[in-house]
Each structure stands twice: as C-alpha cells, then as structure tokens.
C-alpha cells in the first residue's frame, strides 16, 4: 500500500465584507465567509461572479479594495496589514495546471520545496508521486502526459510543501467527463489526508456537490447562499439557487393573501407583498404521473413527447390549465409512451415559489 500524504496544520479562513473594484465596477461587493479548519469548500457560480477574484484575494495576488481576510485568527489583509502569497502558507492550483515545460515531472513537483536541500526535496517529491501513481513518469517531460497525469502533477506540487490552505481554480475543466470523476475522487482523498482547509472554484454544481462539504453560491461578486448540497437543493434561497440544483418549469403568477394559485393548487409564498409578482417553479423530478387515472386526484394530462437522456427521461406534458408542456423526469423504466392519458401530481416539496427576479 501506497503511504499516507502527511498531515498539514489547517487553518481558519474567513472573509470580512471584502470588496475588490477594478476600473470602477464590483468584482466582490462585501463577501462574508468563515471556512473552518480542514473544511473543503467549493465556490460555484457563473462566469464573472467574482469566483477567481475571491481566490486570488485569499491567495495575495491582489489586494481587496476593503475588507479583511484572515488565516487562524490572523489578518492577513486588511486596511494596515498584507502579508505576501509566499508568506500566507497556501497552495495554489490553476485551471490550466501551468506546469513547466522545461522542466520534469520530478523537478515540477520538487519546485515547491526549493528551501529544502535538493537531496531532500527530491525524495519528497518521489514521495508524492509515488502517492499519486506516477513515479514511472518522474523523468518525462509534461508535453508527454496525458490530462490527467498532468492534473495529478499539479495536484502533487500544489500539495508537497504542505500549505495549511489549497485553493484551486476550476482543477478539473480540462479533463474529459470519465477522467473527471476518477480525479475529483483522488483529489478529494487527498486533500482529505492532508487536512488542508480547502477553497475549490467551480462553476459545475454536480461539482461542487460531489466535492464541497459546504458550498457557496456567489452571483454578482456576492454570497447568494451558502450551506450543504442538501440544503441549497431542498431550500434554495432565490430562483438563482434553485435553477442551479434542480431542473424546473417555471411559470409566473401573482402573489394575494400570501399564496400563489395555480392550475397545480394554492401555494404559499412566504414573505412575499400582495400583488408581488412570482415565479413558481414545479421540479422536474417532482411531477408524479398515474396512468388509468381516470377520477383520481390529479390534473388530466398527455405525454406530448419523451426524450430519453441517459440517466433519466424527459417527458413533455401538456396539463389542463398549464399554457405550455411541463416536463418531467423520470428513471427510463417509468418512462411512458406518448399520446398516454395521465394524472398529474405534485410530490411534497417539489414547488417552490420565489420573487420574480428583477434587474439582469
Ligand atoms: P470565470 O468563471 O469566467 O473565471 P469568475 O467568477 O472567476 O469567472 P472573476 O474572474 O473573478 O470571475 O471576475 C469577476 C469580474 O471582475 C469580471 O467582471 C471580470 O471581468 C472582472 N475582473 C477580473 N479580474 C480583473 C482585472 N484584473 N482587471 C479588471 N477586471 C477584472
């Protein structure tokens, strides 16, 4: 058996309304956030959120316009204080693994323990390779590995010097779906055994599901959310949150005495103004259909078209009252022929109403 990566010491990290403008535009607008030690969280959100922004922050390489970050209980940036990247006691892994071409895969992973006599970084770095089942390739150059083995060597120098924090940026884009997951495993053990306190930037929510034990949804340089899988899938904060975790028919509708009313029953919509206007969104996977349903509980309804994904089933439904086909999603076994006459229903916990989102 392979040995165990050592431990690190994990740190605290946490955020204090940190802003960061570039060229008068919010990249972050006042991010709170407390990750504890050895915690493994993933940063999720769509393009230009502030994602790479926030880590860069973390990391050093930029400075917040306001704001502080701290590392065990120390500010490492803040109005009087910045300690550099190198003295922050963080690893750092890109996107594009930014290994050196010139150099081996032995002399990429020793990179990160320059202090340390050669002798010893070597026998380090043979260490973690033989950790990530690449010793056989110490002496090749990157330009001949494949994806993986490039993101494990990244991984492998990332993780060598031991950094009580690791922050990686998008680490599994560039490999293809299969090696994806084989890697998120294998990285996920590792960080595991290192205990480094980890920040994961993804804009994958399977991703970030699959990896984080918390996740934070950033939108717009802010915090939309932030808690477990569970909880950002059974609760979603807004609509944004909730068409990230679940697929959903939206449909809008006018908010009195507190409810929505629908073709589907009487919904309600908890915090929400009279005359607010809606959205309420029925999961795809929430939509029970019986067939010979005929006098059941239930709205009539008729698979219009089935589309079969893999995994699951697509069916387009057209229901009585609905103006458009819901779809719903079902295992390929509960798949139903079209033209079929079904009852529609809702599963407990699969409407959720939200305020109409406003602005862009
Ligand atoms: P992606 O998933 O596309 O990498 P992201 O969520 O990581 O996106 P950031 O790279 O953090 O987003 O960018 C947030 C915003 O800040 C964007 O609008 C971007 O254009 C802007 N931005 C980022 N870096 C700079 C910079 N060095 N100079 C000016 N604007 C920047």
Redesign the pocket.
Known sequence: MKARAAATFAARVQLEGVTKV??G?G?LNGVDLDVKSGEIVCLL?P???????LLRVVSGIERPSSGRVLINEREVAGPNRFVPPESRGVGLMFQDFALFPHLTVLNNVAFGLKALPQADSLKAARAILDRVGLLDMASSYPSVLSGGQQQRVALARAILPRPAVMLMDEPFSGLDVQLREAMQEETLALLRETRATSLI?T?NPEEAMRMGDRIVVLRRGRVAQAGKAEELYHAPADLFVARLFSEINEFPARVRGGVVETPAGVFPAPGMEDGTQAVVCLRERGLNLTVNGNGGPGLPGRVLGVKFLGDSTRMDVAVAGFERPLKVRVDQQDALARGTEVKVGTAPGSVLVFAAETGT
Request: with cysteine.
């Open positions: 570039y060229d535009a990249a959100g393009s230009g959120c502030g994602k790479t922004t930037v804009h």
